[in-house]
């Protein structure tokens, strides 16, 4: 059972344009929701937070908004660049505090 | 600061074989996590380490174990080899324990079972 979902294996956006990535989980227990970029053969990077408490948390060119009522988080990149081509993860807490982890997306940034 | 390294890199491992896997933390950092990445799967948690005690244990079978040193480094250990344990491995560190804390992941390591 997926508790954290991320239904869209790959997307495809052009430079300069907004890419839009999605996350849903189960788990009302969820307080706690990060995200994390990765490039072929090299591990995760820490990208962005977001606790339950607020629903919306900015860094730069990064955003992720929280709608708790749908169990909906999403990341979006304004603008894109072609150095955000990477598998994109999402992942979530509880007070168990394990990291459950979607399957990622594949972003891949068009010049 | 030197990242987190994991060695081997890459592993080839026959079915009923046993494997040790390395990770050595960012200097200073004392909570180590193992994960398993399959493909279509994300990561799964496998187990954290903090100050030479296992904090935390995903749900793997008992296979799976691992042990932290004093000095935080961290090895891994899969007995009894399965197919199905061809995966990529990843070890994080970061200062304190629980997931809430920025992870740094190491490159991983690559075993294949055959």
């Known amino acids: 059972d997926q508790q954290v979902k991320q239904n869209s294996p790959s997307l495809s956006v052009q430079e300069g344009r907004i890419s839009i990535l999605n996350c849903d989980y189960t788990?009302?227990?969820?307080?706690?929701f990060l995200w994390y970029k990765k490039y072929p053969a090299e591990g995760p990077t820490f990208l962005i937070s977001i606790s339950s408490i607020k629903d919306k948390n900015e860094d730069g060119r990064f955003t992720v908004f929280l709608n708790k009522s749908a169990k909906h988080l999403s990341l979006h990149i304004v603008p894109s660049q072609p150095g955000d081509s990477a598998v994109y993860f999402c992942?979530?807490?509880?007070?168990?505090?394990?990291?459950?982890w979607g399957a990622g997306t594949k972003l891949i940034i068009k010049p | 600061k030197a990242g987190v390294t994991q060695t081997p890199r890459y592993l080839i491992k026959t079915r009923g074989q046993q494997v040790t896997l390395s990770c050595s933390p960012i200097?200073?950092?004392?909570?180590v996590s193992w994960y398993q990445q399959t493909p279509g799967q994300g990561l799964q948690f496998l187990f954290e380490?903090?100050?030479?005690?296992?904090?935390n244990k995903g749900n793997f079978p008992g296979r799976f174990s691992g042990r932290q040193f004093s000095n935080s480094r961290s090895e891994m250990n899969v007995s009894t080899l399965e197919l199905g344990d061809s995966a990529l491995y990843l070890c994080a560190s970061s200062p304190y324990p629980g997931p809430r804390d920025t992870q740094y992941f190491g490159p991983g390591t690559r075993l294949t079972v055959l």
């Open positions: 992942a979530a807490t509880d007070s168990n505090y394990q990291l459950i």
């Open positions: 380490y903090f100050s030479e005690t296992q904090r």
């Open positions: 200097s200073g950092h004392r909570s």
């Open positions: 788990n009302s227990m969820f307080d706690y």
